[in-house]
């Protein structure tokens, strides 16, 4: 089966570095993916890795190795804004489809 | 341009009864996903199109729900003899192909009282 593994609540400090980590099991891996969520609103992408290495977007890298199952978020020069939930969803292609399995999401909270 | 729209953004319903769900995905997009999120949940996959096709239903939890999308653009996710247990927010998210990134709508929040 599919199984997706990250941290349930994480805290920071303004300006700081924060590093999220996912794990993944799946038979048909075919991407990841990151999105942050804000209480109450929907998901908006972050970013996509297939590839093994680092994928760099401003404030915001995310890191894939297919080999480990395992990814993380950077987020750098953290804001007050950055307080979200960010979720790790892995693209699943086992039964021939394109399925997203989400991870349950990480509760970032940023504070002053 | 106009993105995901869902309505409506809020349903209160009764057990017992018929709800149904719309989704109005990004103009030009042929890939449509519904997804169901609980409180500190991510979420859960129920059905994707492809298309005016359902390319796996294999999330929908029983045959009390049903999703169409009739013309390839709206999509209606219908749930018969609604349950508590069906509270939760319903998201639909569309993309320009099925391997290209997703964007969510805003959701439809469902309460069965």
């Known amino acids: 089966g599919q199984n997706i593994d990250q941290p349930t609540e994480m805290t920071a400090t303004e300006g700081a570095i924060v590093q999220i980590n996912c794990t993944y099991q799946?038979?048909?891996?075919?991407?990841l993916f990151w999105y942050q969520q804000h209480a109450g609103e929907a998901p908006t992408f972050l970013s996509y890795?297939?590839?093994?290495g680092l994928e760099e977007k401003g404030r915001f890298s995310s890191f894939l190795s297919r080999s480990k199952g395992y990814s993380y978020l950077l987020l750098k020069e953290l804001q007050m804004k950055d307080s979200a939930s960010y979720l790790c969803?892995?693209?699943?292609?086992?039964?021939?489809?394109?399925?997203?399995?989400f991870g349950t999401g990480t509760r970032l909270k940023v504070l002053a | 341009g106009a993105g995901v729209s869902q309505t409506p953004s809020n349903k209160v319903t009764e057990k017992g009864k018929y709800v149904e769900l719309r989704c109005d995905p990004i103009?030009?997009?042929?890939?449509l996903y519904w997804y169901r999120q609980s409180l500190g949940q991510g979420p859960e996959f129920l059905i994707y199109?492809?298309?005016?096709?359902?390319?796996?239903d294999s999330g929908l939890p029983n045959d009390r729900f049903f999703a169409v999308r009739p013309e390839g653009s709206v999509s209606t996710l219908k749930i018969q003899r609604t349950e508590r247990g069906d509270s939760a927010v319903y998201l639909c998210?569309?993309?320009?192909?099925?391997?290209?990134?997703?964007?969510f709508g805003p959701g439809t929040r469902l309460t069965v009282l």
């Open positions: 998210a569309s993309s320009l192909l099925v391997r290209n990134e997703q964007f």
């Open positions: 199109f492809q298309g005016t096709g359902a390319a796996d």
């Open positions: 890795n297939v590839l093994d």
């Open positions: 103009s030009g997009h042929t890939a």
């Open positions: 969803a892995v693209r699943d292609t086992t039964s021939g489809t394109y399925k997203y399995i």
């Open positions: 799946t038979s048909g891996f075919n991407g």
